[in-house]
């Protein structure tokens, strides 16, 4: 199962809702990431989690809070989004961290749109 | 500071083969050069990698200049399935953890 799978494929949200999104692997990986892709625009990181610990935060607003449960889950929680958040929430996951050869396996990511 | 240049576009005929330049003329010893793409309404795929020598998969060969200021993705034989944005993508000391995506060249396959 070389799969990252994430739902909802698709969400429609007001800006006072709370809503998460989920990502799963059953690859055994322990490095999963959360990028968020504008369209027309290439993927930029938002969070990297190693061994189920934050790494790293690219300075992503409070509004946006990740979790890792344990090490086949990711969740991106949100709160209090607003219209310019919307966009396609993409994550990934790969074997280990900090590795210049690992490669990256995403999901087909979730089209998140904020009224 | 963009580490990689790309075309924004290229086009092929199907079952010609293609080839998908990028420019890193500032790439170190040890950075890895990756090549993902991203095909419509999907999350973007790994492709190849490599460090000095060329690379061959099931899906694509990577030619690494000598110098290694350059290199090129080649598709041998196109498919209409071949259409995405191709990313090359170097992974350096610098942001070791951080697999950072360019502008990508978008390729066109026509019947």
């Known amino acids: 199962d070389t799969e990252v799978t994430q739902t909802p494929k698709h969400l429609v949200m007001g800006m006072t809702n709370k809503k998460s999104l989920k990502c799963e692997q059953h690859m055994g990986h322990r490095a999963m990431y959360w990028y968020k892709q504008k369209a027309k625009k290439p993927p930029e990181l938002m969070f990297v989690?190693?061994?189920?610990?934050?790494?790293i935060n690219e300075s992503v607003p409070s509004r946006f809070s990740p979790e890792c449960p344990n090490s086949s889950l990711l969740n991106l929680h949100l709160h209090a989004l607003q219209p310019e958040d919307s966009a396609l929430y993409l994550c990934?996951?790969?074997?280990?961290?900090?590795?210049?050869?690992?490669?990256?396996?995403f999901g087909s990511g979730t089209q998140l749109s904020v009224l | 500071d963009a580490k990689t240049t790309q075309p924004n576009s290229m086009e092929s005929n199907e079952e010609e083969p293609v080839h998908l330049p990028c420019n890193h003329s500032t790439i170190s010893g040890t950075d890895y050069i990756h090549w993902y793409r991203q095909l419509p309404s999907q999350g973007p795929e790994y492709v190849i990698h490599g460090l000095t020598s060329n690379v061959n998969n099931r899906m694509a060969s990577l030619a690494i200049a000598e110098d290694r200021k350059s290199s090129t993705l080649i598709l041998h034989r196109a498919t209409l399935r071949d259409a995405a944005v191709y990313y090359c993508?170097?992974?350096?000391?610098?942001?070791?953890?951080?697999?950072?995506f360019g502008t990508g060249t978008r390729l066109q396959v026509f019947p």
């Open positions: 993508i170097l992974r350096d000391d610098q942001d070791t953890d951080k697999l950072i």
């Open positions: 989690y190693s061994y189920e610990k934050l790494s």
């Open positions: 990934a996951s790969s074997q280990d961290f900090n590795r210049k050869f690992e490669k990256l396996f």
